[in-house]
């Protein structure tokens, strides 16, 4: 599939959900603009695809510090143009509830999870006004939903809670502008995300890593939406590990 025209922007872009989607874009011709706060990690992802300059652009800085981020989304219109799609993917997941979780955890998931998100937003959308046209993507999760297990993952569940109401806020307000915003309610995915519950949780057998869903899935699920008709806006897609149970 062709994105010789399109110009991604994907945060969180050095590994797992992030660097599949890069992947996915990158090989369809799209330019890409890679964030993350790992530089080694960027630069290891722009080599193994063997992208030319021209069609890459990283920049390794926090989700949460706003004037990096401007500078970082300022870089890339300067760059290419324009951003046509904004893919939030940066994210952090700690194991804990009420009597556990401290506040430093507490404010590193939601200052990560949500805050990331509207501040890589607030950058691009005003281009995507001013363009017309435009995707927001943002990876939310099943506990966005519902509520997290007793003593689990309280700030986690609250982010995404916090991220689906932001995305239904974007949504009604980018409207008018053309500009479509949509989440992917994501239920269990194999990523590093889980190496964080496994001393809480045990390991998972080769069994139910393999009935969990993939970074490629995702990115499966993401092409979907931003290939869609002009007249369609998949405003949530719910990704179900449907073989889990």
Not at 183 to 202: E, Q
Request: net charge negative.
């Amino acid at each position: 599939m062709s994105f010789a025209d399109k110009v991604a922007l994907i945060t969180g872009a050095d590994g797992g959900i992030g660097a599949a989607l890069a992947a996915r874009l990158g090989a369809g011709g799209a330019r890409l603009v890679l964030h993350s706060n790992n530089a080694d990690g960027l630069a290891k992802l722009v080599a193994d695809h063997g992208w030319p300059a021209d069609q890459v652009l990283t920049s390794a800085h926090d989700v949460t510090d706003a004037e990096a981020v401007d500078a970082a989304v300022a870089a890339a219109v300067e760059r290419f143009g324009r951003i046509d799609y904004l893919l939030n993917v940066a994210g952090v997941a700690y194991f804990g509830g009420i009597l556990t979780t401290d506040v430093e955890m507490w404010r590193k998931t939601l200052d990560i999870n949500l805050t990331g998100y509207f501040l890589t937003a607030h950058a691009v959308l005003p281009h995507m006004k001013e363009a017309g046209d435009g995707f927001v993507v943002n990876m939310s999760s099943i506990w966005g939903k519902r509520a997290a297990a007793p003593g689990a993952m309280l700030a986690y569940s609250v982010s995404k809670w916090g991220v689906e109401g932001l995305t239904k806020s974007l949504a009604a307000e980018a409207r008018p502008w053309g500009v479509r915003v949509s989440s992917l309610v994501l239920d269990k995915v194999d990523t590093a995300f889980r190496t964080n519950m496994i001393p809480h949780v045990g390991d998972f057998t080769p069994e139910q890593l393999d009935r969990m869903l993939s970074a490629e899935d995702v990115a499966d699920a993401t092409v979907a939406v931003l290939t869609s008709s002009r007249r369609a806006h998949a405003a949530t897609i719910e990704l179900d590990a449907w073989q889990w149970a």
